[in-house]
């Protein structure tokens, strides 16, 4: 099968790449450069590890293309391309807590959540030594154990996860909709890595995440996890996950969770420029 020859290859790279980070770490990191705003920074591991992927990519399949958050886009000519995100969580990994990912999934199709089909991806998180991957149609796992999202809880009930943007004035109203949902449901945990948040809703450690301003390589492998998990993976209403919105959760939990995500206005507000 195609899908699982291409998941050997992202569990292989996701592995090599979390080892070079998690040396790196120890070494010491420093801030790079910033992009979107002063807190959203980038180091120089974050360039290093997705060099690393690229290469890995490259030798392996010359023909792919390749969709980096640090390096941009590269063409392909077969209609495969590769999303990468070599450290979700740079700010965890600067500040030294030990929860941070490698992501690497391949799609069929434009590099666009709303159009592509996910065919295979990995998460990595170096520091807990665990390995999320999926493949299209052959189930989710944790390193060698496969993994299933939890049975629908009640909302009051529900354990969630979600994250937020690096722009000032979206943090604000994203602040107002957590204070609205924090009585609503069990707790809310914000961890900084949203490839990881899904794998936690694939594996049972959240009952649901959502989030927007989510770019590809965000998402890309930790959709295809949760959804192989058994996850309901949307953006609003009838859309596909995108950057507009990404809500993961049970079956039985999604809809409910998003009804009042809406009537709190998590999405009423335009995206910043």
């Given at each position: ?6 998941l ?117 998180s ?30 009051e ?19 107002a ?13 914000r ?24 770019n ?14 058994g ?43």
């Amino acid at each position: 099968m195609v899908a699982d020859e291409l998941l050997r290859l992202a569990r292989g790279i996701a592995l090599e790449a979390g080892a070079l980070a998690a040396r790196r770490r120890v070494e010491g990191v420093e801030v790079a450069a910033t992009k979107s705003s002063i807190v959203d920074v980038v180091t120089a591991a974050d360039r290093e590890v997705e060099q690393l992927i690229r290469d890995r990519i490259l030798a392996a399949r010359p023909d792919d293309a390749i969709l980096g958050e640090e390096g941009g886009g590269s063409p392909g000519t077969s209609g495969l391309t590769w999303v990468v995100d070599p450290i979700d969580g740079t700010v965890n990994y600067l500040y030294g807590i030990p929860h941070y990912a490698v992501s690497i999934a391949v799609v069929e199709g434009d590099p666009d959540p709303l159009t592509w089909r996910a065919l295979a991806g990995a998460v990595a998180s170096p520091a807990a030594g665990e390995l999320f991957h999926a493949a299209a149609g052959g189930g989710a796992f944790l390193g060698d154990a496969p993994i299933a999202v939890n049975p629908a809880p009640p909302l009051e009930q529900a354990l969630v996860g979600t994250g937020f943007s690096y722009a000032a004035a979206s943090r604000e109203r994203q602040g107002a909709v957590v204070a609205g949902l924090l009585p609503r449901v069990r707790d809310i945990r914000r961890q900084g890595v949203a490839a990881l948040d899904l794998c936690a809703v694939a594996c049972g450690r959240l009952d649901a995440y959502f989030e927007r301003n989510l770019n590809p390589w965000d998402q890309a492998a930790g959709a295809l996890i949760a959804r192989e998990a058994g996850a309901v993976v949307k953006g609003r209403g009838d859309a596909g996950p995108s950057i507009d919105f990404v809500l993961a959760a049970p079956p039985g939990l999604a809809a409910e969770l998003e009804e009042v995500l809406g009537r709190l206005g998590v999405t009423d507000w335009t995206l910043p420029a």
